[in-house]
């Protein structure tokens, strides 16, 4: 089983910019496709961007291309999201998820498909 924790969030001005990190421990991270995910007050828990294993495919939400980039160093067992350009409708409590798999490549989108998840960590951007 792996444990994840996000940290990175706070409060920024619209424009401004955050890198949020997700750590794990318990396993090594290589062997997880990871994800990030947010939830706003009152809204679905909805997808940002996910990387495979070995970090050859990533995706990102529509809403987030082009201003957030995901990546991973597996060395660490870090897992980040650079998010630039911050608009407040990006304000939310961000998740990351891990799922395990044995396919390198493969990315997956819906939070159903992941097995573990952090607590969170909270981006508030501030008009």
């Known amino acids: 089983q792996v444990q994840l924790v996000e940290s990175g969030g706070g409060l920024v001005q619209a424009g401004g910019s955050l890198r949020l990190s997700c750590a794990a421990s318990?396993?090594?991270?290589?062997?997880?496709?990871m994800g990030w995910f947010r939830q706003a007050p009152g809204k679905e828990r909805e997808f940002v961007a996910a990387?495979?294993?070995?970090?050859?495919?990533?995706l990102h939400a529509d809403s987030v291309k082009g201003r957030f980039t995901i990546s991973r160093d597996n060395a660490k067992n870090t897992v980040y999201l650079q998010m630039n350009s911050l608009r407040p409708e990006d304000t939310a409590v961000y998740y990351c998820?891990?799922?395990?798999?044995?396919?390198?490549?493969?990315?997956?989108?819906?939070?159903?498909?992941?097995?573990?998840w952090g607590q969170g960590t909270q981006v508030t951007v501030s008009s």
């Open positions: 990387i495979s294993r070995s970090a050859s495919s990533t």
């Open positions: 998820a891990a799922r395990q798999t044995s396919v390198t490549i493969v990315v997956f989108l819906k939070k159903g498909e992941y097995d573990y």
């Open positions: 318990g396993r090594t991270l290589s062997s997880y496709a």
